[in-house]
């Protein structure tokens, strides 16, 4: 345990990795007791060298007195798919959707063209019904893709035309 006369009280430092930021600054696995008689609860912490708030004394302390502590190797997260990054997208609503597509030269009667043009059944109701009645639209629906591609859009110009949407 780290000495220390209040609480919290960083009792355990179990992994030390370096990050983006570097410069001393770490992000530690510990495990931290919040009040007398109780259990300590391991938490994560980022701990900069200059940051003399919180438990970042007892940290820096515990590093100075254990200089030969191991480090693991800052790993960048893994980059997001074209797929996570549209799926993280925030929804339009049916206003921005119908504003984007007309500031791109697309009309509401190109977007229900495209939809008359399907096969009768039930998807094609779905979709009406959906175009219609929606109050909202998330990037990933599968309506967005299909009409998109009707209109000759590919992805990454939906996407552009989605992100510009946002503001409208």
């Given at each position: 345990?780290i ?24 992000l ?98 779905a979709a ?41």
């Amino acid at each position: 345990m780290i000495e220390n006369s209040t609480y919290p009280v960083v009792t355990e430092i179990m992994k030390i990795t370096d990050t983006a930021e570097g410069g001393g600054t770490y992000l530690l696995d510990v495990k931290i007791l919040y009040e007398e008689g109780g259990e300590p609860e391991e938490d994560q912490y980022l701990s900069r060298a200059n940051d003399p708030y919180g438990i970042n004394p007892q940290i820096r302390q515990w590093l100075s007195e254990n200089p030969n502590a191991p480090v693991h190797a800052y790993e960048p997260p893994p980059t997001a798919t074209d797929e996570e990054i549209r799926e993280a997208m925030p929804r339009l609503t049916a206003r921005q959707l119908r504003l984007g597509l007309l500031k791109n030269g697309f009309t509401q009667a190109n977007v229900e063209a495209v939809l008359n043009a399907m096969p009768a059944g039930a998807d094609k109701e779905a979709a009406l019904i959906e175009w219609e009645y929606a109050t909202e639209y998330k990037r990933t629906h599968p309506l967005i893709a299909m009409v998109g591609a009707a209109l000759g859009l590919v992805d990454e110009q939906i996407d552009a035309m989605w992100a510009a949407a946002l503001s409208l």
